[in-house]
């Protein structure tokens, strides 16, 4: 017992240099802008860039977007799923695990050999864009919002409120909705981390984003994008302890879900 | 008409039929159960009446209206689940106040009935608990409120008492039947427990295989029960194979053992099986009645009663006498002659 807790930390130890190291790293080289002393120089050019506040804001935009129709699209799927069609709760998983599968780059140029020409033009709307998104957040969607459901008894809880004089856009609303909250929280903030983080597909169908331009900082100024890559480790963090935050203990609430 | 109305109910779920046929009247204010083993269709038939689903043949008519096909949200009856179904994020005065609120009601009139639900199951303190902070007795005594608060026209109970220790069981099974005597709400109680159903109810209904095997006040299922399987299902029966010796003075033999019957037998001759209730036989000869010698067989110490089991020939007769201080009891391997009277027995064409 005793030697195997030992072991465990060590390994634990060793995992985390591994992971922590090239982020300190990281961090320090950010902080050395100026050759003689650390400061935040970089960050301070980084945040006077206006070319950062337009394409965050963008990001943003794009993430907000996605968010809303990805929730629309999700929840009601994935409770009809559980009350109605059990059975094709496996396929469901199978097609939301699709991004996974289909890299980026390939995902991107079939949207553009799909949606370039009619019946469908879109690319030249955002449209494609965050279409794109809410296909790449689908599996941490629905795996949010499918261990939300299954923490709760669905379907009798459905039917308690039915029974009891509520129609189905109240029983979502009142009583479905305010039980998946660390669910759909834990949903959101992991679609927005991906989001605002996100390169491949905004670079190929060029829409404005926060991923392309770091990677443009990095051609001509390694010390402010290791600064911006920094920043959005951080917001990343930021979101998933807000997630812990908000679902820590409450009335009957949810673990916090999410494919991690 | 009655005031509840099941005519000829079916529900077939693909090829398989969990209900056939099946029709019953509740009156107003009575309290029904259907009582049967797991499957036999007793809460498909309940569901039926909620709304949850809609039946292949038949109409369910609630006074005077048609609510076959009515969404269970527009039917105005209360159910109360085996699994409390309480909604976790709400308190437990917003659960009861939940219909209230849906039904668009004034807030001092919710605050009002959810005070009087609450003094109602005895919980006047506890409305802004939430229900993982509640046992599950309690829980479900808010289940009932939920369901009582919006004043259904019939309430439904869906093995309300299953999740429950033995103790909880029984005090909350009279408070129910307390609760709906006073409020005199039509109900109709779902349970697998004969002794609850027995209880409990104004009228059983005995349920196998998606089909009614007989309708009664307790008293009637119990001690005169239609079919063999409600005779087996309600409460313990003892069977003792027995053949025909003069059938018109109701006169039969075991195993050499003669004995005499108050039933109509139709058989001229043969084997048929004598079912006999435990309380009905007791040790010792008594004048008149029936007598059986055995081996008592084993002994078993319930509390308020003592379980013995006589091996009679072939046949195991069970039969459970009163604990009375004082009393004393037969031994494993003792002999024993038990006595019955002859309108005891319940004859059954058959071996």
């Not at chain 1, 941490?140 to 009798?156: H, P, S």
């Not at chain 2, 689903?53 to 949200?73: C, F, M, N, Q, W």
Request: hydrophobic content about 50%.
């Amino acid at each position: 017992m005793r030697r195997a807790g030992v072991w465990a930390w060590l390994l634990f130890g060793l995992g985390m240099i591994y992971f922590f190291l090239p982020l300190i790293a990281s961090f320090l080289f950010s902080l050395r802008k100026l050759q003689d002393r650390l400061s935040f120089e970089a960050y301070r050019l980084v945040f006077s860039d206006p070319g950062f506040a337009y394409s965050f804001g963008s990001s943003l935009r794009w993430a907000a977007f996605t968010i809303v129709i990805s929730l629309l699209l999700v929840v009601p799927t994935v409770y009809w799923v559980h009350l109605r069609a059990p059975r094709f709760r496996p396929i469901v998983e199978f097609i939301t695990l699709m991004p996974f599968v289909v890299p980026a780059v390939v995902l991107a140029f079939g949207l553009i050999r799909a949606y370039a020409r009619p019946p469908l033009m879109l690319t030249s709307s955002p449209a494609i864009l965050v279409g794109a998104y809410v296909v790449l957040s689908l599996p941490y969607m629905f795996r949010a919002v499918d261990n939300g459901l299954r923490a709760i008894d669905v379907r009798t809880l459905t039917e308690a409120a039915q029974s009891l004089g509520a129609g189905w856009v109240t029983v979502l609303w009142r009583v479905i909705f305010p039980n998946l909250r660390v669910a759909l929280l834990s949903g959101m903030f992991l679609t927005f981390a991906i989001v605002v983080g996100e390169y491949t597909f905004a670079a190929l169908l060029a829409w404005p984003a926060f991923g392309p331009y770091v990677v443009l900082t990095f051609q001509s100024k390694a010390y402010e994008a290791v600064a911006l890559s920094t920043l959005s480790f951080g917001l990343t963090w930021a979101s998933i302890g807000v997630i812990q935050w908000l679902g820590r203990g409450g009335p009957g609430q949810a673990q916090v879900a999410g494919a991690r | 008409m009655a005031f509840l109305d099941l005519n000829n109910i079916s529900k077939k779920f693909g090829a398989a039929a969990a209900v056939e046929d099946f029709s019953l009247e509740v009156q107003k204010g009575e309290l029904v159960s259907f009582l049967g083993p797991s499957g036999c269709g007793k809460t498909t038939t309940l569901r039926v009446v909620a709304g949850f689903e809609i039946p292949t043949t038949g109409a369910v008519v609630l006074s005077g209206e048609d609510i076959t096909r009515k969404p269970p949200h527009q039917r105005n009856v209360g159910m109360v689940f085996q699994a409390y179904a309480l909604f976790p994020n709400m308190t437990v005065s917003e659960n009861v106040g939940f219909g209230l609120k849906i039904a668009k009601k004034a807030r001092e009139e919710i605050g009002r009935r959810v005070r009087e639900m609450l003094d109602l199951i005895q919980m006047p303190q506890l409305g802004d608990r939430y229900p993982y902070q509640l046992s599950g007795g309690q829980q479900q005594r808010v289940a009932l409120a939920r369901a009582l608060a919006v004043q259904p026209q019939v309430l439904l109970l869906d093995e309300p008492l299953s999740a429950l220790d033995a103790k909880i069981r029984v005090e909350l099974r009279s408070e129910i039947r307390s609760i709906q005597q006073r409020l005199a709400i039509t109900t109709i109680y779902v349970t697998h427990d004969q002794e609850e159903a027995l209880s409990i109810s104004d009228r059983v209904v005995v349920m196998n295989a998606g089909r009614m095997e007989q309708v009664g006040a307790p008293y009637e299922i119990y001690n005169y029960p239609a079919t063999p399987f409600v005779a087996g299902f309600v409460g313990t029966l003892n069977q003792l194979k027995c053949t025909v010796i003069d059938a018109a003075a109701g006169l039969l033999a075991h195993n050499g053992q003669r004995l005499k019957t108050g039933a109509l037998i139709e058989q001229k001759e043969g084997a048929l099986t004598v079912m006999l209730r435990p309380e009905q036989l007791h040790i010792g000869v008594v004048e008149g009645e029936n007598q059986l010698s055995g081996k008592v067989e084993s002994v078993a110490f319930l509390g308020s009663i003592i379980r013995i089991v006589v091996r009679i020939g072939e046949a195991f007769l069970t039969l459970d006498v009163l604990n009375k201080r004082g009393h004393t009891l037969p031994r494993v391997g003792d002999e024993v002659t038990l006595s019955f009277p002859p309108h005891a027995c319940w004859v059954l064409p058959g071996p």
